[in-house]
């Protein structure tokens, strides 16, 4: 069974602080990674993507991924009250053209003022 | 403005009665996909679409059925076959460049039961 595994949290950091999130994956295979954020109520929307490993920054999110140890990660710096939210792991397993992807259950976090 | 539409935004369904829920799309995106989120757990695929004409089951398709006569469109009919219909549902679409671009998301339908 192709999993990807999240802590459901909830996640709870000071504003302004660092929020570290957490995927892991099972299958050796996984071609690319991919990051959401999801409020409340709606639907989720793409914060990163990353495949090779290593570190990817965009602004205050970094995403790191290591292959060997089948995680990946998002680092948000400088924590703000609307970074609150559920962050949704997504992994396409399959490589290719495909595009399937397999989603963690998502970690909520909540960044308080 | 490019993107993915769904629609109705709030849809209740009667006990035996099949829904339709629509998803339109404008971005030229070849692929197509449909996923259930149930609350507190993650999306889980439905039913995806490669190319017109042409769709997969994903993991959880009993009950549900789908086409794509169109590259625009793919909605997808819950049927009274599904019998915890109550979701909130998500269609997305995957552009040229493969595994490796991201899946965008319409703002969803959230189906209840009357």
């Known amino acids: 069974q192709k999993e990807v595994e999240q802590n459901s949290g909830p996640l709870s950091v000071p504003e302004g602080a660092i929020a570290s999130l957490n995927c892991t994956y099972s299958?050796?295979?996984?071609?690319?990674f991919f990051w959401y954020r999801q409020y409340s109520g709606k639907s989720p929307e793409l914060i990163m993507f990353?495949?090779?490993?290593g570190d990817k920054e965009d602004g205050r999110f970094t995403a790191q991924l290591n292959k060997a140890s089948q995680y990946v990660s998002l680092l948000i710096r400088d924590s703000q009250p609307s970074d609150s939210a559920t962050y949704l792991c997504?992994?396409?397993?399959?490589?290719?053209?495909?595009?399937?992807?397999?989603f963690g259950k998502g970690t909520k976090l909540s960044v308080k003022p | 403005d490019g993107g993915i539409t769904q629609s109705p935004k709030y849809l209740f369904r009667k006990e035996g009665q099949n829904v339709t829920l629509s998803c339109e799309q404008n971005?030229?995106?070849?692929?197509m996909y449909w996923y259930r989120q149930d609350p507190g757990q993650g999306l889980r695929l439905i039913y995806y679409?490669?190319?017109?004409?042409?769709?997969q089951k994903g993991d959880i398709a009993e009950g549900y059925s789908v086409s794509r006569e169109k590259k625009e469109s793919f909605p997808l009919t819950v049927t009274s076959a599904q019998k915890n219909p109550t979701a909130f549902y998500l269609c997305?679409?995957?552009?040229?460049?493969?595994?490796?671009?991201?899946?965008?998301f319409g703002d969803g339908t959230r189906l209840s039961i009357l």
């Open positions: 679409s490669q190319i017109v004409n042409d769709f």
């Open positions: 971005l030229n995106h070849d692929a």
């Open positions: 990353i495949y090779s490993n």
């Open positions: 997305a679409s995957l552009g040229q460049g493969g595994a490796n671009q991201p899946q965008h």
């Open positions: 299958d050796r295979g996984s071609q690319s």
């Open positions: 997504a992994v396409n397993l399959y490589g290719g053209s495909q595009g399937n992807l397999i």
